[in-house]
Every structure is written in structure tokens, then in C-alpha cells.
Nanobody
């Protein structure tokens, strides 16, 4: 089992910044990738950014140049630095991780509980 604990959401004004954190713990042998998705009311959950164990990052077009994903491999933490936030960035942000476990074969996919990001003046 793997637990993903998110933090850092909240209320921010347009143009402001927030940093989300997600810490992974549990029976982890290796982390293949970690990332962030978001879901606004009435919309699907979409990828925001992801990063592999090799540090290769991928971003949604809508956040390129504004958001930066990074990872602390020693602590199994992934960060999402969000700058120049827009009203349309408001959503519940979910941490996602793809792991190989100490007990089991193959890749396992886990989700965090989600953290609310509100962008409003």
C-alpha cells in the first residue's frame, strides 16, 4: 500500500503563487513517475504535470511557463510550483503516483485525496 499526502492548496488572488506538495510513503520499491492532475466542477480530471524518476517533466499546454514540477527523490516528495495563477486554474488538484511495490509485481497507480486551489480576488 502507498499513501499520498497532499498539502499547499488554498485561496490565492489572480497572478499569485502557490506551491503544492505530495509526500509518498508505504511499501514502495521504486517510483516510476509522480504528477498532478486537476478537476474543476463539471469537468474531467486532467493532467497538469508529471515527472519521471529520471526527472523528465511533462506539462499541460495551459500551464507551460507558469507551473514547475519537481521532485525530491530522497524524500519521495513531488512539488508543483504554480505561478501567475489564473481563475481557470481553480480546481481540486490530485497527486498521482505510479509505483513498484515491495510486495507485488508490475506497476501500481495511486491517488491522493485532493487539495482545493481557489483563484479569486
Amino acid at each position: 500500500q502507498v499513501q499520498l499526502v497532499e498539502s499547499g492548496g488554498g485561496l490565492v488572488q489572480p497572478g499569485g503563487s502557490l506551491r503544492l506538495s505530495c509526500a509518498a510513503s508505504g511499501s514502495i520499491r521504486s517510483i516510476n513517475s509522480m504528477g498532478w492532475y486537476r478537476q474543476a466542477p463539471g469537468k474531467e480530471r486532467d493532467l497538469v504535470a508529471s515527472i519521471t524518476s529520471f526527472g523528465e517533466a511533462k506539462y499541460a499546454d495551459s500551464v507551460k511557463g507558469r507551473f514547475t514540477i519537481s521532485r525530491d527523490n530522497a524524500k519521495n516528495i513531488v512539488y508543483l510550483q504554480m505561478n501567475s495563477l489564473k481563475r481557470e486554474d481553480a480546481a481540486v488538484y490530485y497527486c498521482n503516483g505510479r509505483f513498484e511495490l515491495l510486495y507485488g509485481l508490475g506497476e501500481y497507480n495511486y491517488w491522493g485525496q485532493g487539495t482545493q486551489v481557489t483563484v479569486s480576488s
